[in-house]
């Protein structure tokens, strides 16, 4: 679904308390279908606690958040399926889901939400090969019957793993990893291995693809690289991209839209440009000089 | 030269100190164990004898060992690592790596057989029975929880209690209903790995120590359950008459229509252990090929994705509660096999059979030979299981230690040392690198390092 302006996913009156604590607090935002939103914030502003609502390892203490497949009429049915108590449902122009109602696997498997870690996480004894081919399990589940036909020999699983095996090889190609594809994940440097997380989390065939500081720990050239990947991600596959990032040069280069957090509430949301110079970000994120602290703080009615 | 020759003196010196060391070391460890031997005498009191000549015969041993591997083994493992590593792929290496498994089956096969035609019909019985069928029991339950300890990386310490499940399923349906071996075998199966699930469901939340504290009670409740179920289960006398297995209908006794007769041969028991053999043989061929072909399926990688990272796991859509109970179930699935097999063999079963031990001994082969390979699972057996009854055969060290040495007394002693040497010199396992499920170029094998030992 190509970049027309309608909304992917709708996250309404989102809040997460831990025990006292309210880490997201009242947090409203769409993210637009096919383009990269990026979601900024001091560190504790509650930017993971998002993600992990949204993809299901947290259940959001209130809140809705609506992930839309298909065609934006589907949204119509937005308040009919909240009522029905039902986690999503599927028609003919698209399908709806309601991600704070389902188990993270599931979010991944039926809402087609993939995401990547901030401390990277993947399978480190497992070749990069075989990374990707744990990312299409369940294709390939349901292609060995489930595994009996599989233990027999069924020639349709060996085509379904070939058709895996090349979805992996192309995307080992686009991420620069081909000739490293039968050595240990673990093995690899730390850029290759933030690449191969999006690598895999795209060979989940996602629709919403979330991305935990993509950025942390790369040098420039790998930075520059890795805005190149997203935005194929974006305008070849016509993906929605949500990503948490720290690096400006990330952030403001390849995002269509910024969302600013601080203390779990959203202070600011809009085009980079007028989020780089509203002053409760520049107060609250990129930091004023000392001297000028009261004279912001008065601004922005603190 | 002159430097070579000082530093050989220094190296004796030093290799000197070590053994007497080592020697000392021995002396206050094996004083208790070795030196004092305790006995009830003839009018049923406990007496205190002392063995020295037999403490300082070990002790001697130990501190020779200590200086052989100070002086000789330190220096040349040294020199090795010096000498530039050769690793241009060879002929004759290849060679071997294609044809070792094929070579080791056809090996295995021919074990019995060469054995018959060797020792006769009366040396043969204890040759195939004790070093054949056992350890070939002791593999396929290895195999079997190779898969949720290797694989899934879930520390199972009850597994026994399928092994019991699988052993009592037969005895009790078998002479409940009169149904034959070959029913019975999938059928124990299907019941162990019930309660393989059964257990899987409440320690699906569960990690690393407390799964193994969890799976270790399931074992002792299962076990207990046999012994106070004593109206199903008759308890520690055990189930005893337990039908045995038939060739295609015909049994091993001395009847006219039993084995021997129908095929002209003279009766001898040792016809039912051959056959014994090659039936514990089919059935952990049969567990050894589905787990290799289940770990080039999505549901193997599954399994080995869930060992590395449960959490990346589910973000990839994976259902890690099925996951984990397909892999207890699968494991639970072969031990109910074996049970099952055991009870045929046997024709006697009792709670005794399926003590914690017999847990520790399966989870220490899969852990010895390497968690997740099949080939360290086979060694890890051999020695284990092979050693314990080898140990019976050491009469010639009666005339060295003297008549009343016994050399199967040493049995904990030889485990515990094999034990602290394998954690010493391969922590990871006898054969800790790991084949990838597939691959683009090569097949690289993958060197312990990065392989998570799974916490879950």
Redesign the interface.
Known sequence: MARDGSTALRIEHLTMRFGGLVAVNDLSFDVERGAITAMIGPNGAGKTTVFNCI?G?YKPSEGRIALQHGDASAWDALDNLTASGRRGMTRADGALFLLERMP??????QARV??T?QNI???????V??NL??????R??VA?GY?LL??L?FPS?AAA?RAA?ETA?QWLHRVGL?DR???????LPYGAQRRLEIA??MC?DPVLLCLDEPAAGLNPRESAELNDLLRVIRDEFSISILLIEHDMSVVMNISDRVVVLDYGVKIADGQPEAVRNDAKVIAAYLGVADDEVPKVEAEVGL | MAAGAQGERVGLGAALRAASLTGLIAFAALLPLIGFLTAVNGSNELTLTTRWPLLFAFVAIIAACRFIHAFAIVPWLARRALRPVRSEPSASRDFIRGWFIPFAIAAVAAYPLAIFFTLGTNGGQKWIDNFGVQILIYVMLGWGLNIVVGLAGLLDLGYVAFYAVGAYSYALLAQTFGLSFWVLLPLAGILSSFWGIMLGFPVLRLRGDYLAIVTLAFGEIIRLILINWTALTNGYAGISGIPRPTFFGIPFNANDDGFAAVFGLQFSPLYRVIFLYYLILGLALLTCFVTVRLRRLPIGRAWEALREDEIACRSLGINTTNTKLTAFAMGAMFAGFAGSFFAAREAFISPESFTFIESATIVAIVVLGGMGSQIGVVIAAIVMIGGTEILRELDFLKSIFGPTFDPTQYRMLLFGLAMVLIMIWRPRGLIATRQPSLFLGARKTIASDPIKQGRG
Do not use: C, I, K, W
């Not at chain 1, 993270?104 to 498997?109: G, I, N, R």
């Open positions: 993809t390892f993270d696997y599931l979010v991944a498997q993939a995401r870690f996480r993947l399978f480190p004894g497992m070749t090969l075989e081919l744990v990312a299409q399990h369940n390939l589940m060995s595994t599989g233990v020999g699983y793993e095996v090889r081909l594809a039968d050595d240990p994940a673990g093995d895999r989390a989940t």
